[in-house]
């Protein structure tokens, strides 16, 4: 019989704690920035070793970041704070339950992200300045409605394609350094694309810039082709390239549509959650190990 109860504990109650801890080791500001998240401890049923006890459970803690912190969390956030961050868990984490915290992810929550209220008030006043004849001609409860949906859509397309931005260059960092970019196998097309944007960009200090990365100036589907052009370097994290290339291919459809005001129906949005979540898990589950 095992000496562990392998339970897990309260989630909010352990992200507290976590946050205390942090304040208390001189990490305030990451504490600050953790503030308001929810903490998922995951019990991956695997066991830790070698990495953690023989007969613990590998456990990983994800934290769903909202929307508004998330791009600062993922920036200031390293590698070095999140081994900080699963020490200070570990530690946390009764020895009794059998449960090694050794992987952390950050992952944008999308569940704290619905439509701003903001943006609801703004479509009623929109009406309101309207005639009510005008207001059902040029902007029916159906537009509206449609928006709405879309706005949803709108957000998971975002944080995927950003997401998989970030997880392209710190792979390619880690195989090839400052000169990442250049070493990867692109073509013509990607490369002028990136030099186009980044002069156009110069050219027009009132937009926002897009990042010191390359990666940053391409499409959603560029990313499946950088993906499947460097396997080797890519292939130990997802299942096959079939897998990862056809799901990015797909999002990539749907995100054109969002871009250009098309609708996309319920089934649509429902792939889009859903190839959201398998592929964050994946990147998720193997990064981090």
């Known amino acids: 019989m095992s000496k562990f109860t392998y339970e897990l504990p309260n989630e909010e109650g352990f992200l507290n704690a976590v946050l205390v801890q942090l304040k208390v080791k001189g990490f305030a500001d990451i504490a600050e920035i953790l503030k308001g998240c929810k903490c998922e401890i995951v019990n991956t049923q695997q066991f830790a ?34 081994n900080k961050i699963k020490e200070i868990a570990d530690d946390l984490m009764p020895k009794t339950a059998g449960l090694d ?10 569940e704290a992200t619905p439509l701003e209220e903001s943006s609801i008030s703004e479509l009623q006043e929109a009406s309101e300045i309207l005639s009510e004849e005008l207001d059902k001609e040029i902007l029916p409860e159906d537009i509206k409605e449609r928006g709405k949906e879309m706005a949803d859509a709108y ?12 997880f392209v260059e710190k792979i390619a960092k880690e195989n090839y350094g400052a000169n990442h970019f250049s070493s990867l ?15 156009d960009e110069s050219k ?8 010191n990365s390359e990666i940053f100036y ?13 396997w080797d370097t890519f292939k130990t994290y ?34 889009i959650r859903v190839y959201f979540n398998a592929i964050l898990r994946q990147i998720s589950s193997n990064v981090q190990k």
Do not use: M
């Open 49 to 82: 070793y070698p990495k953690g006890r023989w007969d613990a459970l590998w456990t990983e803690l994800v934290f769903r970041i909202p929307l508004s912190k998330y791009e600062l969390a993922i920036t200031k956030i390293t590698d070095d704070l999140k």
């Open 101 to 110: 915290v050794l992987s952390i992810s950050l992952s944008p929550s999308i």
């Open 155 to 166: 957000v998971y397309l975002y944080c995927i394609e950003n997401a998989l931005r970030l």
């Open 185 to 199: 196998k692109t073509n013509a097309d990607i490369k002028k694309k990136y030099q186009i944007r980044k002069k």
């Open 204 to 211: 027009n200090q009132w937009l926002s810039i897009r990042g």
């Open 218 to 230: 391409l499409d959603f589907d560029d990313i499946g082709y950088i993906i499947r052009n460097n």
């Open 238 to 271: 997802f299942p096959s390239q079939e897998w990862i290339v056809t799901k990015i291919d797909e999002l990539s459809k749907c995100r054109n549509l969002v871009a250009h005001n098309s609708y996309i129906g319920k089934d649509e949005r429902d792939l």
